[in-house]
T-cell receptor, first 110, second 113 residues
Framework: NAGVTQTPKFRVLKTGQSMTLLCAQD?????MYWYRQDPGMGLRLIHYSVGEGTTAKGEVPDGYNVSRLKKQNFLLGLESAAPSQTSVYFC?????????FGPGTRLTVL | GQQLNQSPQSMFIQEGEDVSMNCTSS?????WLWYKQDPGEGPVLLIA?????ELTSNGRLTAQFGITRKDSFLNISASIPSDVGIYFC?????????????FGKGTKLSVIP
């Protein structure tokens, strides 16, 4: 099993550009999550999903959208990137409380 | 915002020493989890605690779920260089739905050989 995978690993955007981060899991988990990690801030929840076709807002949802069209995939979109969205983004999945994380995507917005 | 206070923020220890770090909150938690993050990687689950007072070990790691359900600690015995990394506590607050976790800001551990 690959576990949780994320693409791309790195990306540089200009302000105003859009992009989609892809998360995939092969563990048949119902729950999936997107976090951002900033220095000194720990992990903050952006959006999450409790199952295929459902999404919900987390702690810091502004500027992001998500979709869960298939159980194994959870997409995070930035419609108009801003420098404040420079961060490392982690996807996670779980059956219950124990969340399993992907390797992260490092995004820089210039 | 975040409601978990994790301490210390960072620590430098000599190889072979024992390490202790903790997480406290003003809220009650149903679950405590401890993760380790290596540079450039995602967090990896070390230990999960589900009951107040529970003490669980994983090799040289020992973690406890506080009796008040508002705190947890992680001990590492006989530290080795590969213990270097950032350790995060995370908890599911009582009443929180959908297994959402609240994370501490991390304890950065450095081990001097």
């Amino acid at each position: 099993n690959a576990g949780v995978t994320q693409t791309p690993k790195f990306r540089v955007l200009k302000t105003g550009q859009s992009m989609t981060l892809l998360c995939a899991q092969d563990m048949n988990h119902e729950y999936m999550y997107w976090y951002r990690q900033d220095p000194g801030m720990g992990l903050r929840l952006i959006h999450y999903s409790v199952g295929e076709g459902t999404t919900a807002k987390g702690e810091v949802p502004d500027g992001y959208n998500v979709s869960r069209l298939k159980k194994q995939n959870f997409l995070l979109g930035l419609e108009s990137a801003a420098p404040s969205q420079t961060s490392v983004y982690f996807c996670a999945s779980s059956l219950g409380q124990e969340q399993f994380f992907g390797p992260g995507t490092r995004l820089t917005v210039l | 915002g975040q409601q978990l206070n994790q301490s210390p923020q960072s620590m430098f220890i000599q190889e072979g020493e024992d390490v202790s770090m903790n997480c406290t909150s003003s809220s009650i938690f149903n679950t405590w989890l401890w993760y380790k993050q290596d540079p450039g990687e995602g967090p990896v689950l070390l230990i999960a605690l589900y009951k107040a007072g529970e003490l669980t070990s994983n090799g040289r790691l020992t973690a406890q779920f506080g009796i008040t359900r508002k705190d947890s600690f992680l001990n590492i015995s006989a530290s080795i260089p590969s213990d270097v990394g950032i350790y995060f506590c995370a908890g599911q607050k009582a009443g929180a739905g959908s297994y959402q976790l609240t994370f501490g800001k991390g304890t950065k551990l450095s081990v001097i050989p």
